[in-house]
């Protein structure tokens, strides 16, 4: 009886057999399921869709068309106006604070973006910098949303567990720049954010080493508490300066944890609707993979090897093993330790290398989500055993926002 891999195989190679590799697939099956998935696990809050994990337009749209998803979290500011002109979402925050003077100025030059797009700040330099861009006196006001560090500080800050974001980390900090926002002319804070990366991105279950995860574990316990409580204290303090419309939060590997927290009104996602190979470390949810690549077999060194064209898709962060592209379909194969996944041919060893020839397709799941596009003009949707739909990435559409 064939296993639910072979038959993966099997269904993705006959959809895509007029195809010539390298390319990439979304299941829609998958894609469709893990949304659904990611609104159970948020248990009524609306979830705000990371637009960096898809960058497709297309999916991006696909997710918002679900019921429970509802916005979209952009990562600078250019794709956000993009994503607002091209009709894809009338809510967009951006993620990260933006010093693009081009953008700004088209920002508070349209009436639509400046309702649709809001921006994050964390200091108010960045309130200077937009106002040298267009004074407050000749615009609307702009809308902002504070970026809380989600973050662990231990042993008064000598010890740091989890991401570097923003300088804003105690309630009363974001007490005293809700103030300074609310005080200057030209700005409206809307919203709060803070992501607790060494919750939502950080696998808690690290193949074959125990102690690490059990490590991982109890410092996620802890944070959790932690920021239960600061983050409660922090909205409760900006609130006596604005009337905010939404508390943002979380990320796939915490939508759960982060619904339950009542200071928070919605969550982001986005990584879970695509299924890399980080989010099979963790223990609490493990969506379905769903967007793949695949490779052609070109040469065969050895026999007990096999050599794919390309392959060299790496992910950001930190460089290590965990960030290489990890070969799927068949199953059975793994990356030479002393050559990893290269730029123009990539062996494969283990215990199928040898029953595949010169033609044959490898599969292979990105380390991340949305970088998988990065490589790709166009992503092949599959349905069953068909591509049901073409449609093209960011890369394709002409945009490299990073």
Partial sequence: MATDSENLRHRLDRATAHLDPPYAVVDLRAFDSNAAALVDRADGKPLRIASKSLRSRELVARALARPGWHAVMAFTLPEAIWLVRTGVSADVLVAYPTVDRGALAELVADPTLMAAVTLMIDDPEQLDFCDAVSPPGRRPELRVCLDLDASWRLLGGRVHVGVRRSPVHSARAAGRLAATVVRRPGFRLVGLMSYEAQIAGL????????????????????????????????????????????????????????????????????????????FDAYRAWQPTPAAFFACSVVRRPAPELATVLGGGWIASGSADRSRLPRPWLPTGLKLLGAEGAGEVQTPLTGSRAATLRIGDRVWFRHAKSGELCERVNELHLVDGDSVVATVPTYRGEGRAFL
């Fill in 203 to 278: 696998g808690d279950a690290p193949p074959g080493r125990t102690a690490l995860g059990t490590a991982i574990r109890l410092a996620q316990r802890g944070s959790y508490r932690e920021l239960l409580a600061r983050r409660s204290t922090a909205v409760a303090a900006v609130r006596e300066h604005a009337d905010l419309e939404f508390v943002n939060g979380g990320g796939t590997g915490s939508v759960a944890a982060t619904s339950a927290d009542p200071a928070v009104t919605e969550v982001t996602a986005g990584s879970g609707l695509y299924g890399p190979t980080l």
